[in-house]
Nanobody, 127 residues
C-alpha cells in the first residue's frame, strides 16, 4: 500500500502563499487519482483539488478555484498544491489522498473514495 509523505504547511498572513507537496512510491500517481482534502476546526473534511490518474486533468473545489493550483513534477512522483491569496477560512489540516480505484478519468470528490491518506499538514492563515 502506498505511503504518502506531505510537507509544506505553516503559518502565513492573509493574502500570502504556501506550497504543499505530497510524495508517493513510483507509479502511484500514474495509476491512481490523487487529491488534496482539508479539515478545518469543527468542519467536515472538504475536497480541495484533485488530479486524475497520470495527471490528465485537474479539478478544484469551488472555494479555491482561481487561487489554488495542483500540479505534478515531470516524473509524476510528487504532487504540489500551490495556494495563493490565502484567507483565514483556508486554515485547516491539509491531507493528500490516493483513490482506491485505478485509472479514473475524473478524481472523485468524496473522501470515502480514497483509501490511502497522508499524515496531514497544518496550514494556518492569520488575519
Amino acid at each position: 500500500q502506498a505511503q504518502l509523505v506531505e510537507s509544506g504547511g505553516g503559518l502565513v498572513q492573509a493574502g500570502g502563499s504556501l506550497r504543499l507537496s505530497c510524495s508517493a512510491p513510483p507509479r502511484t500517481f500514474m495509476w491512481y487519482s490523487v487529491a488534496w482534502f482539508r479539515q478545518g476546526p469543527g468542519k467536515d473534511r472538504e475536497f480541495v483539488a484533485g488530479l486524475s490518474a497520470n495527471a490528465q486533468s485537474t479539478y478544484y473545489g469551488d472555494p479555491v478555484k482561481g487561487r489554488f493550483t495542483m500540479s505534478t513534477d515531470d516524473r509524476i512522483l510528487r504532487v504540489y498544491l500551490q495556494m495563493n491569496s490565502l484567507t483565514p477560512e483556508d486554515t485547516a489540516v491539509y491531507y493528500c489522498a490516493v483513490d482506491k480505484t485505478p485509472n479514473r478519468r475524473t478524481p472523485p470528490t468524496n473522501a470515502d473514495e480514497y483509501d490511502v491518506w497522508g499524515q496531514g499538514t497544518q496550514v494556518t492563515v492569520s488575519s
